[in-house]
């Protein structure tokens, strides 16, 4: 509730500060945060969104199309992802997982 009384301009810092830690493990935004720091606070402000997720859950299959194209980066725990060939692999903290969307 006390979270809707701060201004968008604040809202916008705050998110800043809350996710380019975890935005700027990937090379391409650290690079597009040189070239565009704008975009980056934009981006955080409004490009981000968390997803907490339990043991055994599942956040995608292969080959099934998302509802919502997202790339997903690890901020704490592992994700299991298993492949095509069913060989599985732990994807971990400050890691991230289906960056193809940033290409698409």
């Known amino acids: 509730e006390l979270l809707q009384l701060i201004s968008e301009p604040l809202m916008g810092r705050l998110h800043f500060e809350i996710y380019w830690p975890i935005l700027r493990v990937h090379p391409f935004?650290?690079?597009?945060?040189?070239?565009?720091?704008?975009?980056?606070?934009?981006?955080c402000h409004s490009g981000v969104s968390v997803m907490?997720?339990?043991?055994?859950?599942?956040?995608?299959?292969?080959?099934?199309?998302?509802?919502?194209?997202?790339?997903?980066?690890?901020?704490?725990?592992?994700l299991r992802y298993t492949g095509p060939s069913q060989e599985t692999q732990a994807v971990a903290r400050s890691n991230w997982i289906c960056e193809s969307v940033l290409w698409t």
């Open 29 to 43: 935004f650290r690079c597009y945060a040189e070239l565009n720091p704008q975009a980056i606070h934009q981006i």
């Open 52 to 78: 907490s997720v339990s043991k055994d859950d599942v956040v995608f299959h292969d080959l099934q199309p998302p509802r919502k194209p997202a790339m997903f980066l690890v901020a704490s725990g592992t």
